[in-house]
């Protein structure tokens, strides 16, 4: 691949109405992690530089959560005051990167451009796009899908020579392009030197009234340039979340994968579909899971504990070789080799020494509650 400059712009303006909610739909959990914490995750494979997050509807708490966060990538926010469509949208990603290197040729700069809102991208479809892009030397290159149900989604229509000549908005299409099943995924990869000119074409003359991304596409064809595009192989990757029940499918699908990774880590999950561990959980090898067990936040188990059945812990550790049987706890330190339960209690920042065995009705009682 040609290893010229990469950036991206991830839009996560939107306010996400059918959420029903006063939490920015980015900021969404899943998992453990904020919706927008898995999109930046699906750009680990690509070596992106300048990475640009536009945000508008709670703009501040967006912003404030993703930098106390602990993340890979230095993020510039810039804020889409009024949302005037995706098209006005990249156009102001465009300008939180630098300008030093934005105008000197075709070939130096390539640009993701992918919405807020699909947490199930993974890094290597990602990866494969912006492999596609170079080694055809498109101006654009589009992430695709083909799904049995297109509903609301914007058509790709394909030429004879099988690029893409536009992308066609489920409003606005004809009852031929409404029966396309290839779909747009809003996941991009574009030369940035032809990105800014198309973008300055757009117009509001749809449905909606606004600035289509989509748009761009056609501008870039009937300037003669190659438009290219790649299907996903898991269309689901390409699903993006608008209430919350499209929320709850994201998340079971990214505790499977979860789940399955831990399998393949040497760990037993005696009951896999009952076993919920946020993504980010650390686990020892040979830790026996039992059906029932939920493990959140920063929680620790140490090698050959066997957790649950019936079990929450939230932000403990737990020592090697521990048992936690039919138990609650939430930020305490359970020692190696301990006996935990049933049902006990543990209370925030208490402990249960190293080999010792609580019994069965056990509460602990943290430092705060003396």
């Not at 690509?46 to 602990?70: F, I, M, P, Y």
């Not at 498109?138 to 020579?161: E, Q």
């Not at 056609?218 to 595009?229: I, K, N, P, W």
């Not at 899971?289 to 620790?300: D, E, K, R, S, Y």
Request: aromatic residues 4%; negative net charge.
């Amino acid at each position: 691949m040609n290893e010229r400059k990469l950036s991206a712009i991830v839009l996560a303006a939107g306010a996400g109405t059918r959420m029903k909610s006063s939490r920015p739909k980015p900021l969404h959990r899943l998992a453990g992690r904020s919706m927008l914490h898995y999109v930046l995750g699906s750009l680990a494979d690509c070596s992106t530089g300048d990475v640009v997050v536009v945000v508008g509807h709670g703009a501040e708490r967006v912003t404030k959560q993703l930098q106390d966060q602990n993340l890979d990538v230095q993020l510039t926010f810039v804020e889409q005051v009024h949302q005037d469509g995706t098209g006005d949208a990249a156009s102001v990603g465009l300008t939180g990167l630098p300008d030093d290197d934005a105008d000197v040729g075709d070939d130096d700069h390539d640009v993701i451009i992918l919405p807020g809102d699909m947490p199930l991208l993974r890094p290597e479809t990602i990866a494969s796009l912006v492999d596609s892009h170079r080694r055809h030397g498109a101006a654009c290159t589009v992430l695709t899908a083909i799904v049995p149900d297109p509903g609301s989604y914007g058509r790709v229509v394909r030429g004879k020579d099988d690029q893409v000549v536009k992308i066609v908005e489920r409003a606005d299409a004809s009852p031929e392009e409404v029966a396309i099943d290839e779909i747009n995924t809003a996941v991009y990869c574009f030369k940035r030197s032809v990105l800014a000119p198309a973008l300055r074409r757009l117009t509001p003359q749809n449905a909606q009234g606004e600035y289509y991304l989509t748009d761009v596409v056609a501008v870039l064809r009937e300037a003669g340039y190659h438009v290219g595009a790649v299907t996903v192989v898991d269309p689901a990757e390409a699903e993006g979340i608008n209430d919350r029940v499209q929320l709850a499918a994201a998340e079971a699908e990214l505790r499977r994968r979860t789940n399955e990774g831990w399998l393949k880590a040497g760990v037993t999950l005696v009951d896999p579909a009952s076993t919920y561990l946020d993504s980010t959980v650390q686990l020892g090898a040979d830790v026996t899971i039992f059906p029932g067990t939920t493990l959140q936040g920063t929680t620790v188990v140490g090698t050959g504990a066997e957790i649950g059945p019936n079990t929450r812990l939230v932000d403990c550790i737990v020592g090697e070789g521990a048992v936690v049987e039919q138990s609650n706890g939430r930020n305490a330190d359970i020692g190696a080799g301990a006996t935990v339960g049933p049902f006990a209690h543990l209370a925030a920042g208490s402990s249960v020494a190293a080999g010792s065995v609580t019994g069965p009705f056990y509460a602990a009682v943290g430092p705060e509650n003396g």
